[in-house]
């Protein structure tokens, strides 16, 4: 993660106070199972103080600015998965985040076939707690730790 990503997101997290926000994670991928997450979409709006939902048509525009920064060229970047924040409550998923995310991977209409989920806490004002759980169609989900660059196995 860049240090701009990591900026934009503690200022996201401090405007949205105790309400959760979320969007999606863009990535580019360094090596066949390493990715950079290289920007983010916020929606700072649809979240409540326990739950957050991302409408997938409200996204849309700001997946196809991604696409066309990046010259389409998606083998390189492309969407990594989705992002929310637990300001009130712990950062692991909750049963609703995982079975969200299962749905995403598991759905053979999409072609997504893994995608990534991270969710971040802001602590004191300037600390971003996290957990990052992968999901891979027909695979149980990977809990991992995320650093400036991280990948699976």
Do not use: C
Not at 48 to 55: E, M, N, T, V
Not at 142 to 147: E, S
Request: aromatic letters at 14%.
């Amino acid at each position: 993660m860049t240090l701009a990503v990591e900026t934009r997101f503690r200022s996201a997290l401090r405007k949205a106070g105790k309400r959760e926000i979320g969007g999606m994670l863009f990535a580019e991928q360094l090596n066949p199972k390493h990715f950079s997450i290289i920007d983010f979409s916020l929606d700072a709006f649809s979240g409540s103080h326990a739950a957050f939902g991302r409408d997938p048509g409200s996204h849309q525009t700001t997946l196809d600015q991604f696409f066309e920064r990046t010259g389409g060229d998606f083998q390189r970047f492309n969407y990594l998965g989705e992002w929310h924040s637990h300001p009130s409550f712990s950062v692991h998923p909750s049963a609703q985040d995982l079975q969200t995310m299962m749905d995403i991977v598991e759905d053979r209409n999409l072609i997504v076939s893994f995608a990534v989920l991270l969710i971040v806490r802001l602590r004191f004002k300037f600390f971003v707690d996290h957990s990052v759980t992968i999901f891979a169609r027909g695979q149980a989900p990977q809990h991992q730790r995320i650093t400036k660059r991280f990948g699976w196995a």
